[in-house]
């Protein structure tokens, strides 16, 4: 995995959300994990990040059209040499 490449495509940020809101960890007021602490919106876009109880795994980044855009937008940023 690139540096930068590192992004969900939407099919697994839906799939992962859904397991994230049904399970008994999940935070409403706050949309955190009680397991791990994380946000769970920001949690499930990074495609190295896995469940602390095990009900998703990481999963290779994506390539749809949001994927492309944010890891676009994380080369522009990174530091030049």
């Known amino acids: 995995m690139y540096k930068y ?3 969900t495509n939407i099919e ?4 992962r959300a859904g397991h ?4 008994e960890f999940y935070k409403r007021s706050t949309k955190q994990c009680t397991q791990c602490g994380c946000l769970i919106n920001l949690k499930v876009i990074i495609a190295n990040e896995e469940c602390p109880v095990g009900k998703w795994k990481t ?4 390539n749809d059209f949001m994927s492309s855009i944010a890891t676009r937008v ?8």
């Open 59 to 62: 999963v290779e980044p994506g």
């Open 12 to 15: 697994v940020r839906l799939e």
């Open 74 to 81: 994380q080369e522009m940023l990174k530091p030049k040499k």
């Open 20 to 23: 994230c809101q049904r399970c």
């Open 5 to 7: 490449d590192m992004f």
